[in-house]
Nanobody, 122 residues
Framework: QVQLVESGGGSVQAGGSLRLSCAAS?????MGWFRQAPEKDREGVAT???????YYADSVKGRFTISRDNVENTMFLQVSSLTPDDTGMYYC???????????????????WGQGTQVTVSS
């Protein structure tokens, strides 16, 4: 497992943008972003492989962009055109390998950060 630390969250108005960052203590082939709104289950937002294949939840396609720096072991999530429905705690996750169908599922990852809060006001 690796240690993960998120940063970059904040409070923005609808339509605004943020850039979330995740610093990892080491390399993981799979990295991803998840989010959890109050009283809701944690959901997958975007995932990226070591060779930079990307996968997005339908709700964020076209608005969020995931990227990574394999030299610095960091991952980013550019979030744009935010709506109040995007409000939640955003978590960074990592895994050395991934079973087919688990790329946006909590069960696919074994390392988690503490989260960074994103709040979008209307």
């Amino acid at each position: 497992q690796v240690q993960l630390v998120e940063s970059g969250g904040g409070s923005v108005q609808a339509g605004g943008s943020l850039r979330l960052s995740c610093a990892a203590s080491g390399y993981s082939y799979w990295m991803g972003w998840f989010r959890q709104a109050p009283e809701k289950d944690r959901e997958g937002v975007a995932t990226i492989s070591g060779d930079r294949r990307t996968y997005y939840a339908d709700s964020v396609k076209g608005r969020f962009t995931i990227s990574r720096d394999n030299v610095e072991n960091t991952m980013f999530l550019q979030v744009s055109s935010l709506t109040p429905d995007d409000t939640g705690m955003y978590y960074c996750a990592a895994a050395p390998s991934m079973e087919l169908g688990y790329r946006l599922r909590v069960e696919g990852f074994n390392s988690w950060g503490q989260g960074t809060q994103v709040t979008v006001s209307s």
